[in-house]
């Protein structure tokens, strides 16, 4: 273990579709012939089809295809992605629409989605998420914002193309004037998905030559770093957002946050705690964290530390020498990447939240988390309680918490829905 004080963590709305009806006229564009069961999902409002329930798919080369079911009923219009597991993303319902059809309804619902943002982003808040893919009908997008830089994504192949793009930059210019859009590729997901490597330079600079990639943006009136050419995903998991000030908003004494990564958590327990310690196996996310320290430090007056380790390693550690905590937050990675995976990451959260019930003091505050759509809710909940069960001790919710609502959970869509936030006191 290693200290530091320069001590990664892991870090959907549609419409209803109507009842599907006999279409006589012919396609404008390819078809792809789905299974019943596939067709039963996109009728309740769910965007996508697997590749193992397609029963006749359009050449590689189409982009758009209109979808039906064994039957030949209409079922809408999608996007082709054929490498990928999930070979169609619905972007309209019972109807057929052509590439200029699709172009409209692209760049309204971009407008739409800034629009829908544009409330969030008051004094002391200038990082949000701007697209949130199929919960923006826009599946295969996402767009955040960080102060005066916005990061493009395109997770889908058939969006994979320079009208997509330009099209993103001058609605974003239009509407935030940004001084530079970068585009930024998950290397796994270009690889499954057959995308292209994304350019090397900006998509739009004010500045063409000394164009930047770094930048600091502010959430709830703190100061962070942010670098387009590093971190997780997209970046800064600005879904906690909301979730950091509620939980500083309970906190106090001396606090620990177990996988900070850059920090977001354990500078927000700073403005409410005497002490705060924030653990992270990542050497370079600490560093970050350091420099988001600094840059806050005018802010508050606790005492922060950084600790380079890993999280189970740590709290074993920590509970086996008696230490004791007011306020513990726990945000790990996802546990659980896939439906096979579930019943480990049961266990991952078991013994993480019953190490951290072990070392609270009577009258503390735990803040747990979990960031796998695989793992239900209920599901959470009770591996959390039956931890307080083996802990001997008495939990109370003070509150039920999920995504900033730059993050919209779609009801249809139970993959939208991933995030789970307790904050339990403790007895």
Same mark, same amino acid.
């Given at each position: 273990?290693?200290?530091?004080?320069?001590? *990664?963590?892991?870090?959907?709305?549609?419409?209803?579709?109507?009842?599907?009806?006999?279409?006589?006229?012919?396609?404008?564009?390819?078809?792809?012939?789905?299974?019943?069961?596939?067709?039963? $999902?996109?009728?309740?409002?769910?965007?996508?089809?697997?590749?193992?329930?397609?029963?006749?798919?359009?050449?590689?080369?189409?982009?758009?295809?209109?979808?039906?079911?064994?039957? /030949?009923?209409?079922?809408?219009?999608?996007?082709?992605? *054929?490498?990928?597991?999930?070979?169609?993303?619905?972007?309209?319902?019972?109807?057929?629409?052509?590439?200029?059809?699709?172009?409209?309804?692209?760049?309204?619902?971009?407008?739409?989605?800034?629009?829908?943002?544009?409330?969030?982003?008051?004094?002391?808040?200038?990082?949000?998420?701007?697209?949130?893919?199929?919960?923006?009908?826009? *599946?295969?997008?996402?767009?955040?914002?960080?102060?005066?830089?916005?990061?493009?994504?395109?997770?889908?192949?058939?969006?994979?193309?320079?009208?997509? $793009?330009?099209?993103?930059?001058?609605?974003?210019?239009?509407?935030?004037?940004?001084? @530079?859009?970068?585009? $930024?590729?998950?290397?796994?997901?270009?690889?499954?998905?057959?995308?292209?490597?994304?350019?090397?330079?900006?998509? #739009?600079?004010?500045?063409?030559? &000394?164009?930047?990639?770094?930048?600091?943006?502010?959430?709830?009136?703190?100061?962070?770093?942010?670098?387009?050419?590093?971190?997780?995903? @997209?970046?800064? &998991?600005?879904?906690?957002?909301?979730? #950091?000030?509620?939980?500083?908003? #309970?906190?106090?004494?001396?606090?620990?946050?177990?996988?900070? #990564?850059?920090?977001?958590?354990?500078?927000?327990?700073?403005?409410?705690?005497?002490?705060? @310690?924030?653990?992270?196996?990542?050497?370079?996310?600490?560093?970050?964290?350091?420099?988001?320290?600094?840059?806050?430090?005018?802010?508050?007056?606790?005492?922060?530390?950084?600790?380079?380790?890993?999280? &189970?390693?740590?709290?074993?550690? &920590?509970?086996?020498?008696?230490?004791?905590?007011?306020?513990?937050?726990?945000?790990?990675?996802?546990?659980?990447?896939?439906?096979?995976?579930?019943?480990?990451?049961?266990?991952?959260?078991?013994?993480?939240?019953?190490?951290?019930?072990?070392?609270?003091? *009577?009258?503390?505050?735990?803040? @747990?988390?979990?960031?796998?759509?695989?793992?239900?809710?209920?599901?959470?909940?009770?591996?959390?309680?039956?931890?307080?069960?083996?802990?001997?001790?008495?939990?109370?919710?003070?509150?039920? $918490? /999920?995504?900033?609502?730059?993050?919209?959970?779609?009801?249809?869509?139970?993959?939208?829905?991933?995030?789970?936030?307790?904050?339990?006191?403790?007895?």
């Amino acid at each position: 273990m290693r200290r530091s004080n320069i001590v *990664p963590r892991r870090r959907e709305e549609t419409l209803s579709p109507p009842a599907a009806e006999p279409d006589a006229r012919p396609a404008a564009q390819p078809a792809a012939i789905v299974s019943r069961r596939a067709a039963d $999902r996109l009728r309740a409002g769910h965007p996508w089809v697997y590749r193992s329930e397609i029963e006749e798919l359009p050449s590689e080369t189409a982009d758009l295809a209109v979808v039906r079911d064994a039957r /030949g009923l209409l079922l809408g219009t999608a996007l082709v992605s *054929p490498s990928s597991q999930i070979a169609l993303r619905m972007v309209a319902w019972g109807s057929a629409i052509d590439r200029e059809e699709w172009r409209r309804l692209l760049e309204q619902r971009l407008r739409e989605a800034i629009a829908l943002r544009r409330p969030m982003l008051a004094e002391g808040t200038d990082a949000c998420r701007l697209v949130f893919s199929e919960a923006d009908q826009l *599946p295969g997008i996402i767009i955040d914002r960080y102060g005066d830089l916005i990061l493009l994504e395109i997770l889908a192949k058939a969006l994979d193309s320079e009208w997509v $793009r330009a099209l993103a930059v001058r609605c974003l210019r239009d509407e935030l004037d940004p001084a @530079t859009i970068v585009e $930024r590729a998950d290397p796994r997901i270009r690889e499954l998905e057959g995308l292209s490597e994304p350019a090397e330079g900006p998509l #739009y600079s004010r500045e063409p030559i &000394f164009f930047q990639t770094k930048t600091i943006f502010h959430l709830n009136g703190l100061a962070f770093h942010y670098d387009a050419d590093a971190g997780q995903k @997209t970046g800064a &998991f600005l879904d906690q957002r909301l979730n #950091y000030s509620a939980a500083a908003h #309970y906190a106090h004494g001396e606090a620990l946050d177990v996988c900070t #990564y850059q920090g977001g958590f354990a500078l927000h327990l700073a403005r409410a705690c005497s002490r705060v @310690t924030g653990i992270d196996a990542s050497r370079a996310a600490l560093e970050v964290a350091e420099e988001n320290l600094a840059v806050n430090r005018d802010r508050f007056t606790a005492e922060v530390e950084w600790i380079e380790a890993n999280a &189970f390693d740590l709290l074993r550690d &920590f509970s086996s020498t008696g230490a004791q905590y007011d306020t513990i937050v726990l945000d790990p990675p996802a546990f659980a990447k896939s439906k096979r995976a579930v019943e480990g990451a049961l266990r991952g959260y078991k013994e993480l939240n019953l190490r951290a019930l072990k070392m609270l003091r *009577p009258g503390g505050v735990l803040v @747990t988390c979990s960031c796998s759509h695989h793992v239900p809710a209920g599901d959470f909940e009770a591996v959390v309680a039956a931890a307080a069960g083996d802990a001997h001790r008495r939990l109370r919710l003070l509150e039920r $918490r /999920g995504a900033a609502p730059d993050h919209p959970v779609v009801l249809n869509i139970p993959e939208s829905e991933y995030l789970k936030c307790l904050i339990l006191a403790v007895d």
